[in-house]
C-alpha cells in the first residue's frame, strides 16, 4: 500500500511520491542544480521481524546501500538495540553511517516490522535505486517515501563565496537515467 503526501520545505511544495511510489521529476525546484543537498526519508511495512532485530543484517543493509548508492563511508556503520525491557514499545535497532556527502540512518521496530530509514547527502541521489534496493533487501512492497531538497540557497548566500552552478544534468530523479547516455 502506497500514501501519498505532500512536502513543504521553505518555498519547495510537491508531491512527495506519485500514485506508483516514484518522484514526479516535474515537481522538482528550478534551483535544486544549486541546493546543498537532498534527503530522502522511506518508510517500510511488513518486514519480518527477524529481519527488524538482526544487528547484522541491518549493519550491512547501510554499508552495502552506501556502496549502491556511490557514497564514501567515513567510518563502518554503528548499530545500536534499544534497551526493551525499559522501552517494550521501541524494542529495535537504531544505527548510522556517517558518510563523506552526509549520512544514513536506520530505525526499527520489531514488533511492529517497521523501518525507517533516512539518506541525506550533499551529492547526487538516486531515488529510484535507493527506494527499490531497500524494498527489495527488506522484503516489502509497502511504503512511503518523502523527498526534501535542502540549502536551496546556500551556494549564493555565503559571503565571499564565488557562486558556481552544478548543471541540472547530474541531478538524477525518478524520470532520469542513472547513467545519461
Known amino acids: ?43 517500510l511495512y511488513g518486514v519480518s521481524r ?26 563502518p556503520p554503528f548499530i545500536f538495540r534499544s534497551p526493551d525491557q525499559q522501552f517494550p514499545d521501541k524494542a529495535g535497532l537504531s544505527g548510522w553511517v556517517p558518510l563523506i556527502e552526509s549520512g544514513i540512518s536506520i530505525h526499527t521496530l520489531t514488533l511492529t516490522g517497521f523501518v525507517s530509514i533516512d539518506v541525506y547527502t550533499c551529492g547526487d541521489l538516486d531515488v529510484d535505486e535507493a527506494v527499490r534496493y531497500l524494498k527489495e533487501r527488506l522484503g ?5 517515501q518523502q523527498y526534501l531538497v535542502r540549502g536551496t540557497r546556500y551556494h549564493t548566500t555565503r559571503p565571499g563565496v564565488n557562486v558556481v552552478s552544478r548543471p541540472a544534468t547530474n541531478i538524477v530523479t525518478s524520470s532520469e537515467s542513472a547513467h545519461p547516455a
Open 50 to 75: 527477524a529481519l527488524c532485530d538482526d544487528l547484522t543484517f541491518c549493519y550491512g543493509l547501510l554499508d552495502d546501500l552506501a556502496v549502491r548508492l556511490g557514497m564514501h563511508k567515513q567510518s
Open 140 to 144: 516489502t512492497n509497502d511504503s512511503e
Open 1 to 43: 500500500m502506497h500514501q501519498s503526501r505532500i512536502v513543504v520545505f521553505g518555498d519547495l511544495i510537491m508531491p512527495a511520491s506519485s500514485s506508483d511510489g516514484s518522484l514526479p521529476g516535474a515537481a522538482l525546484p528550478l534551483n535544486e542544480s544549486q541546493a546543498f543537498g537532498r534527503s530522502l526519508h522511506v518508510d
